[in-house]
């Protein structure tokens, strides 16, 4: 069956840094949608970085723009999320999934994703 795995998450300080990955068995994420989303308490899950387009464009979420970057490693076939210059309010469970482009079409809402990760947690400390 399918199943990603997101390992990476853990306690840093403000100003810090983090590497997540979303590692995939039974589907080769290549030809596929992929995006990283959080959920903070309290709040509504929300979508931080997709690639949302074949040719590899991505979204950003305003709020990471010019601090985090999505990328793929197809060797691993997982899909990777660096987080720079980390924020307190950046602290959320963070979750990868993946869907056909055809279902996704171009979105980066959890609603259109199919397959999740388990969550890795994140937190920030100011």
């Known amino acids: 069956q399918i199943q990603l795995v997101e390992s990476g998450g853990g306690l840093v300080q403000s100003g810090g840094s983090l590497r997540l990955s979303c590692a995939a068995s039974g589907v080769t994420l290549a030809p596929f949608a992929v995006g990283w989303f959080r959920q903070a308490p309290g709040k509504e899950r929300e979508g931080v970085s997709c690639?949302?387009?074949?040719?590899?464009?991505?979204y950003y979420s305003d709020s990471v723009k010019d601090r985090f970057t999505i990328s793929r490693d197809n060797a691993k076939n997982a899909v990777l999320l660096q987080l720079n210059n980390l924020k307190p309010e950046d602290t959320a469970v963070y979750y990868c999934?993946?869907?056909?482009?055809?279902?996704?079409?171009?979105?980066?809402?959890?609603?259109?994703?199919?397959?999740w990760g388990q969550g890795t947690q994140v937190t920030v400390s100011s």
């Open positions: 690639i949302i387009r074949r040719d590899g464009t991505t």
């Open positions: 999934a993946t869907a056909d482009f055809t279902v996704t079409a171009g979105r980066c809402v959890p609603g259109v994703y199919d397959y």
